[in-house]
């Protein structure tokens, strides 16, 4: 028996919940290009209640508790809404790319990005994309994802030179996932 959309939904959505957490969550991301015009880099600090924006649901939870709910297996599936036609395409569309998604800054993909992205009425300070899908961020520093999308939808991508992880409470680099230019710790500590 084939499973229901919706199941199919909820099983993605407790999956990818997981990754999630281990690659987002209590991390914080240093995003720099010098081809970045407002700012000199972007910092990502996901939260946990952000993982509901990426999912295209509607539901009646709050954002933290459909998170928990996801990250323990205990989603129901009338816990959430997919709504109708156009927003089930959107949802289909968004599922697809979710596991890539959650697992964009694991150091294995090519990312370009840009700064200032305004798609489908919402507006994001940068956006970035590894030609599957774009990840859209708000706010400057310590940006939040807040849209997924399927596809590379960025109008002026950059490339990203610098990807790295550092520690929340000095600032040290723990771990560089992207060095395009080779850069020194020290050369990179003197880009922040």
Not at 19 to 42: A, M
Not at 176 to 189: F, G, V
């Amino acid at each position: 028996m084939e499973e229901s959309f919706k199941l199919k939904v909820k099983r993605i959505l407790e999956d990818c919940a997981v990754d999630y957490l281990n690659n987002f969550v209590g991390r914080k991301y240093v995003v720099y290009s010098s081809n970045f015009i407002k700012n000199r880099y972007y910092t990502i600090d996901a939260k946990k209640d952000n993982y509901l924006h990426l999912s295209g649901v509607k539901t009646d939870l709050k954002p933290l508790v459909f998170f928990e709910k996801c990250i323990n297996g205990s989603l129901k599936e009338d816990d959430f809404d997919i709504g109708d036609k156009s927003r089930k395409g959107s949802i289909r569309r968004k599922i697809g790319v979710l596991k890539i998604a959650v697992n964009l800054f694991d150091g294995t993909h090519e990312i370009n990005v840009q700064e200032k992205f305004i798609k489908n009425n919402i507006v994001c300070s940068f956006a970035t994309s590894d030609d599957k899908c774009t990840l859209g961020f708000i706010l400057d520093r310590n940006s939040k994802p807040l849209t997924l999308l399927k596809g590379n939808v960025l109008d002026n991508p950059i490339p990203v030179e610098l990807v790295f992880e550092k520690d929340f409470q000095n600032d040290t680099i723990l771990n560089i996932l992207h060095n395009k230019n080779n850069l020194s710790a020290s050369e990179i500590q003197d880009l922040l």
